[in-house]
């Protein structure tokens, strides 16, 4: 009797073993795969997106005239407190901890080997604190013939980035990835059961080192065109939702200032995604911070860190909704509280937010006397109203603050400054009109509620 039961026992459990079995089997590959690989348990997850903070190391400059030079050509990126800014940020994520930190692309001034090492030797640690850092190239990182040193008045070149040394120096991306594509440095993570976050090199290198300036257009190459598509079905097979992050733009963010912005193959990368409800795309490229939205595909711009106010996303994913907010480092902030921990000497790092809108107005009106004066136009007292206005609209427009009323535009256009660019300048005419107003989606936050 006493074996008879033993039979009947291990029969069930044969038969439960079976079937427990033959689950697994029927089940997807992909569903399977994604749930092995899932990086972080269930709930709210907070991921930081950085992009565009071309950092340069320290160890490659002086005050010299060449980096003076430089410095010159920055279109107001701050490039003597980097190290500062860079650090600032660590020290904020430290405290208040996200999940992960996303760069999007041109983490460094021009590809400089030595200055992507200082860069992740600086951010190292949020890996300590278990702070995941997932990168992807910009057009300025792989095989930048402008890579260089600034030594008294010459420019020496210095060691580039190759593809091989990019997955070496931020290699979280690559160990953590659910699949990498064949030809490039684009990979996915399985974030968790809601999520897939897919993120695409879109940018034009050479194999090896390079001595021409850096390729601003970007596109996908049909190998990772492939390969996209195989990770959205998969996406879609897991029952998750698929979030890009890229460097160029899918959408046209200004109608004057494109080119070599979009994607080459934009139309067919928005044709591609019109299949798989993708709820945003993440991007850098232009510096400006700008949210919008064209037939069912949002795309959020997040402004540079290099410039006006240190932005950066903060991209919120709740079960059923992601929320993406604006946020700003105060690097004069962060200098007083340490100062302030160790007694020491004031500093001008005290004055940082100042002095980097400063940096970026000043921009804006060495633009517009170099246009003016092209024309022929001398007088101060014309040109500087018209410098004054494009400066602020120009920082307005590149931090997102451009959502003007209808009767704030005509206030300004009733301004002498617009009246002389009005009559001298059809360029910087056309350029307040688009940045005066934006009538697209605002560029400071947006959420959408997601459905199973």
């Known amino acids: 009797m006493k074996h008879r039961k033993k039979i009947i026992i291990l029969s069930v459990f044969l038969s439960s073993l079976g079937i427990f079995l033959l689950a697994k089997m029927l089940c997807s590959p992909a569903e399977s795969s994604a ?34 030079f430089i410095k010159g050509t920055a279109a107001g990126k701050d490039l003597d407190y980097q190290q500062e800014s860079l650090e600032a940020f660590r020290d904020k994520a430290l405290k208040e901890k996200p999940d992960g930190v996303i760069i999007t692309g041109d983490l460094t001034l021009n590809g400089e080997k030595v200055s992507a090492e200082k860069m992740a030797a600086i951010l190292a640690p949020l890996k300590k604190s278990g702070i995941k850092l997932y990168c992807i190239p910009g057009n300025h990182d792989i095989h930048d013939g402008w890579a260089r040193k600034f030594s008294g008045d010459t420019q020496e070149r210095t060691t580039q980035i190759s593809p091989e040394d990019f997955k070496k120096i931020f290699p979280d991306g690559y160990q953590d990835a659910l699949a990498t594509a064949p030809d490039d440095l684009s990979y996915s993570l399985s974030i968790n059961r809601q999520y897939r976050f897919l993120m695409l090199d879109s940018n034009v290198y050479t194999r090896d080192d390079s001595s021409a300036q850096p390729v601003t257009r970007g596109q996908l190459r049909e190998s990772t065109l492939t390969w996209l598509k195989e990770q959205l079905e998969e996406t879609k097979k897991a029952g998750q939702h698929a979030l890009l992050f890229i460097h160029h733009n899918l959408l046209e963010h200004n109608p004057l200032v494109n080119k070599g912005y979009v994607l080459d193959n934009a139309a067919e990368v928005k044709e591609l995604l019109k299949d798989y409800d993708v709820p945003a795309v993440f991007s ?60 020491g000497a004031a500093s001008p790092l005290t004055d940082h937010n100042i002095y980097l809108r400063d940096l970026f107005l000043k921009d804006g009106v060495r633009m517009t006397y170099q246009e003016l004066m092209n024309k022929g136009i001398y007088d101060q007292k014309i040109i500087d109203p018209a410098a004054d206005l494009v400066a602020q609209v120009n920082l307005d427009y590149f931090q997102g603050s451009d959502q003007r009323t209808t009767k704030a535009v005509a206030s300004l256009k009733a301004q002498a400054g617009y009246k002389t660019l009005e009559k001298d300048s059809d360029f910087l005419k056309d350029y307040l009109d688009f940045a005066l107003q934006d009538k697209n989606l605002p560029d400071q936050s947006w959420q959408k509620t997601l459905h199973p």
């Open 35 to 68: 749930k092995e690989t899932q990086l972080f348990s269930e709930g709210s997850r907070n991921f930081w997106i950085l992009t565009d903070v071309h950092f340069l190391a320290s160890e490659l400059h002086d005050d010299g005239k060449a980096f003076a």
């Open 284 to 343: 850098g490229h232009i510096h400006a911070q700008d949210i919008m939205a064209e037939n069912k595909l949002t795309e959020i711009v997040t402004s540079s860190y290099a410039i006006i106010d240190h932005g950066y996303g903060v991209l919120h994913l709740a079960p059923a909704k992601i929320t993406y907010e604006r946020e700003t480092v105060s690097v004069s902030d962060w200098a007083a509280q340490k100062i302030a921990a160790v007694g």
